[in-house]
Structure formats: structure tokens, C-alpha cells
């Protein structure tokens, strides 16, 4: 069955430092990959999908089927970044389900 | 644009009570319909996906149901509440297809007294 892990319960960053937070998981065929993030308050919202190749809020992710990894990254953390992020993964095909992570609570200190 | 509803926000029951938590999306047709339970430090806990109405498959046994009654409707239930059935639990929708991203309602809080 497939896994979703996110080694780290908890992270915490100075303001302007690089961030990064790990996802790994264990699929044998080609996943679908997400990056959740949930705001104090605020409903759990899609941040960005590996298929876009997209960078949204300057997080970026890059799949690697090597190391079976998708790490979000930021160069410059900000404050506003603060929350807990959700790494998910999806089989395609017929199967709709997502697996996620158990999360990362991310912390950007002043 | 798509939107999606859960009510009550919040909810305070007895043991031994019934349950029904509401969740309705707004704005697509046919779309695939989640309720989650999500706990700190354990993620979000698949509970029951509905491909169409009528449609619904189990993930976790447990002292819950689920229902869909309409297209774009989804009722979370149970017959009467555990102390255990404390949590958040969320109610979710995507397409139907890839990459089958989920969006997430507001979520309903409940404890179980």
C-alpha cells in the first residue's frame, strides 16, 4: 500500500532563512503528488501539485522518483508562512484516493 | 467557482446521541465527495469517498455511516455517539478526473460528551 511520510512533526525557522520541508513516499507506480497547507483558522487549501511545476507563495517542489521524495522548499521564509503542511499523494488511474502525510507544523520566528 | 459547505461549525452531543454533519458543494456536477477525520499530530483519517449518490465506500470501520442522498450532498452519521467519535472532520470534493486534487470544507468540530 502506499505511504506518505513527513519525518518531521515539527520545524522551526528564522525569518528570511531557506526552508524546507521533507516528503517522502513508497509507490511503486507514478504518484500524483500535492502539497497541502492549513493557515491558523483557516480551512486545509491546496498550495501546489508536482504536475504544474509551479511555485506558488515562492514554495517550489520537485518530485524525484529516485528518492521517491517531493520536498517543498522556500528560499526566503516569511512570517505568513507559519502553519501545518500536509504532503499528499494520489495513485491516479481509477483509484480517487489521496494518502496523506501526518504533517509538518512549521514555525517562522521573527 | 466551486464552493463547499459543512454545518453545524461546531458541535457539543451526549454520549449514546445521534449524528448527522451536512456537507454540500456548490458550483460542479458529479463531483467525488470525502469526509476525513483529522487529529493533531496523526493527519487526516480517510473515513468514506462517494463516487456518485448512492455510492459509498468504507474505509475504517467504525461507528459512523455515510449517505448521498443528491449529487452534491453528503451526510456523515451515526446512530449513537462514543466519547472516541471526538475530533474534526472534514468533508472534501474533487473531479472526477486527474489529478484529482481535493478542496476541503471548513470542518465541523465535535466532542462528544
Redesign the interface.
Known amino acids: 500500500a502506499q505511504r506518505v511520510t513527513q519525518p518531521e512533526?515539527l520545524l522551526s525557522v528564522f525569518k528570511g532563512a531557506p526552508v524546507e520541508l521533507k516528503c517522502n513516499y513508497s509507490y511503486s507506480g507514478s504518484p500524483?503528488l500535492?502539497w497541502y497547507v492549513q493557515y491558523s483558522r483557516q480551512?486545509?487549501?491546496?498550495l501546489l501539485?508536482h504536475?504544474s511545476r509551479e511555485s506558488i507563495k515562492g514554495f517550489t517542489a520537485d518530485l524525484n522518483k529516485g528518492e521517491t521524495s517531493f520536498h517543498l522548499k522556500k528560499p526566503f521564509a516569511q512570517e505568513e508562512d507559519s502553519a501545518m503542511y500536509?504532503c499528499?499523494l494520489?495513485e491516479?488511474g481509477s483509484n480517487?484516493?489521496?494518502t496523506?502525510?501526518?504533517?509538518t507544523l512549521l514555525t517562522v520566528n521573527p | 467557482s466551486q464552493t463547499i459547505h459543512q454545518w453545524p461549525a461546531t458541535l457539543v452531543q451526549p454520549v449514546g446521541s445521534p449524528l448527522s454533519l451536512e456537507c454540500t458543494v456548490e458550483g460542479t456536477s458529479n463531483p467525488n465527495l470525502y469526509w476525513y477525520r483529522q487529529a493533531a499530530g496523526r493527519g487526516l483519517q480517510l473515513l468514506f469517498y462517494s463516487v456518485g449518490i448512492g455510492q459509498i465506500s468504507s474505509e475504517v470501520p467504525q461507528n459512523l455511516s455515510a449517505s448521498r442522498p443528491q449529487d452534491r450532498q453528503f451526510i456523515l452519521s451515526s446512530k449513537k455517539l462514543l466519547l472516541s467519535d471526538s475530533g474534526f472532520y472534514l468533508c472534501a470534493w474533487s473531479r472526477r478526473y486527474l489529478p484529482y486534487e481535493q478542496y476541503f470544507g471548513p470542518g465541523t468540530r465535535l466532542t462528544v460528551t
Open positions: 512533526k500524483e500535492f480551512r486545509l487549501q491546496l501539485r504536475i500536509y499528499a494520489s491516479g480517487y484516493k489521496l496523506f502525510g501526518k504533517g
